[in-house]
């Protein structure tokens, strides 16, 4: 296990991420109420009620919204699945004191705050 400080990237990686315009990040929280039953992944991440703390899915949906997630990162899938999506760079603004992305994680609206931090 090493700090995130202390990890190097290739050169090519590097590019290769940027002219695919970044990584995509999935996840998904299985419905409690639903008949199929979860992926390892999904039993890992939870329900979408236990995560949102709440039974409905427009709450469940505007949870994600309010911490940054646009409406099209945000859906369910036929099997009640809540799916969010979203593509970053991949890459940190170096031109940053560290201290402020250290700030910026823990910040209360870290959602928004990392894409002003992190999209590089």
């Known amino acids: 296990m090493t700090r995130n400080a202390d990890l190097t990237v290739s050169v090519d990686l590097q590019r290769l991420v940027r002219a695919h315009g970044g990584i995509a990040y999935r996840r ?4 409690a109420a639903a008949d199929v039953a979860p992926n390892p992944m999904q039993k890992v991440m939870g329900t979408w ?7 409905d899915r427009g709450e469940a949906a505007k949870f994600f919204t309010d911490i940054g ?14 799916v969010v999506q979203n593509v970053r760079s991949g890459f940190v ?19 928004r705050c990392h894409r002003r931090c992190f999209n590089g």
């Open 49 to 55: 009620q236990s995560k949102t703390g709440t039974e």
């Open 28 to 31: 998904e929280y299985y419905d």
């Open 69 to 82: 997630f646009n409406n099209e990162e945000v859906s369910f899938d036929d099997d009640g699945t809540l």
């Open 93 to 111: 603004d170096r031109t940053g004191s560290p201290s402020s992305a250290r700030a910026c994680a823990s910040s209360p609206t870290a959602s």
